[in-house]
């Protein structure tokens, strides 16, 4: 028997997203910074693609598998997925810490590994965090929610960096070294992922499982350790088997649209070292201005894309987006103007916003309440896959195919993304999230 939830006011459904800043401000300094430290200490460009692979392994193993075991936690101390993102949040501030650190490129290779699993931790309880609390009607208002904290903490993380090179940049670049202005930004984060945490986790109290809950996670509390290890394999690979067929179709979408991601990510430091002749410092300026610009109009955005998802559905809006931010890569790279290269990251912002909010509200209303955390972590590693797919083979691709040009690889990902906006529009949304 389902618990009926109570609606929550519009703070309370803010004050249970504020942790998802400082996990979005740790995301937004891999999107932004972590390739130019990699550059900085001495990696070539077509070597970045496998740098990264860090993200999408550690997200393949670790979300599913935590997902699958906050299903079945319950502590009336600190609830069910609280105890996930707090040690989640705990390890990523101290990698954070750390990282701007780092003597060498394997050294921070290592760290990003380290950094990732708390991330991850971090991320997969929160999705089914949202969707434990929630009635079906404030879904989409609660990861809509979610996606206006991943624009503002990704926000302050490239405002951080435009700023601190701005006022402490400039110094000649010392080959195998990290410029001094970029530590602030990781020391800010390190601050930020524990604090924002901690409010949550204070502010928000979980909502006690069922009866018929209860029970499951008491017959799993009986089980020997070694079935208990056992567990989370079998439930991840109970729920794959039993998965709802919009999943199997969104997987082709997530395919293109997080490979494309990974390439933007990746490339478009090195786009403005050719398309502007820019150094390694004054480039990941420019590639954080463009984040600031995008994530500016997500927290803009996020929230407006509620009633529009509700009046004409959420796999036309999901779609329409993934062409605007198709259309914008295809813009940026003809572009040398640095201002004027913003005005493409309006269909990015809007196309960011989209993919952080409508693919989870939708799948929240098709699958098991008592699964979710465990669909929420297949769904993560149906964005992982793709990331791991482009960190093996991109490297390759870019090298032979594209002769090496940061400009051919922006236009791919391009490409990448008119293709998901085609298999979205060929959703076929489950009349539960008709209305998503």
Wanted: glycine content about 8%; charged content about 10%; hydrophobic content about 55%.
């Amino acid at each position: 028997m389902k618990i009926k939830k109570p609606n929550l006011t519009f703070w309370q459904i803010f004050n249970m997203n504020v942790g998802f800043l400082g996990i979005q401000y740790s995301f937004g300094l891999q999107q932004t910074a972590i390739n130019p430290i990699f550059l900085y200490l001495g990696a070539p460009e077509e070597m970045l693609p496998i740098l990264n692979i860090a993200g999408p392994v550690t997200g393949l193993i670790v979300q599913p598998i935590i997902g699958a075991v906050s299903d079945k936690t319950w502590s009336a101390k600190w609830g069910r997925r609280k105890p996930f993102f707090l040690l989640g949040a705990i390890l990523g501030s101290l990698c954070l810490f750390a990282f701007p650190l780092s003597p060498t490129l394997w050294f921070a290779v290592g760290l990003l590994w380290i950094l990732d699993v708390g991330n991850n931790m971090a991320m997969e309880p929160y999705r089914a965090f949202v969707g434990d609390k929630l009635p079906e009607k404030q879904l989409s208002l609660g990861y809509q929610m979610q996606s206006l904290f991943v624009g503002g903490g990704i926000l302050l993380a490239t405002l951080s960096i435009v700023l601190f090179q701005q006022w402490f940049g400039g110094d000649v670049e010392v080959k195998g070294a990290i410029p001094q202005w970029l530590y602030y930004s990781f020391f800010i984060g390190a601050v930020l992922s524990i604090t924002t945490i901690l409010w949550s986790v204070l502010k928000t109290p979980e909502i006690p499982p069922s009866e018929e809950e209860m029970k499951d996670i008491n017959a799993h509390k009986a089980l020997s350790f070694l079935e208990r290890v056992k567990m989370p394999f079998i439930e991840i690979s109970k729920a794959i088997k039993e998965m709802p067929w919009f999943m199997w179709m969104l997987s082709i979408v997530y395919l293109f649209q997080w490979y494309a991601l990974f390439v933007y990510w990746q490339f478009i430091t090195p786009l403005f070292r050719t398309t502007m002749g820019y150094d390694i410092s004054t480039a990941a300026s420019q590639s954080a201005k463009m984040s600031l610009t995008y994530n500016i109009v997500t927290a803009v955005v996020a929230l407006v894309l509620v009633p529009l998802t509700l009046k004409f559905g959420g796999k036309k809006v999901y779609a329409l987006s993934l062409f605007g931010t198709g259309m914008a890569l295809f813009a940026i790279p003809y572009i040398s103007d640095p201002i004027l290269v913003l005005i493409p990251m309006v269909l990015f912002g809007i196309g960011w916003a989209a993919m952080m909010g409508i693919p989870y509200t939708m799948v929240s209303k098709i699958v098991p309440q008592d699964r979710r955390g465990v669909y929420m972590g297949i769904l993560n590693m149906m964005i992982v896959i793709p990331m791991g797919i482009q960190t093996v083979t991109f490297g390759p691709i870019f090298k032979n195919l594209l002769g090496g040009s940061a400009v051919n690889a922006i236009l791919f990902g391009g490409v990448l993304f008119i293709l998901a906006g085609v298999f979205a529009f060929r959703l076929k949304v489950p009349k539960t999230a008709i209305d998503s």
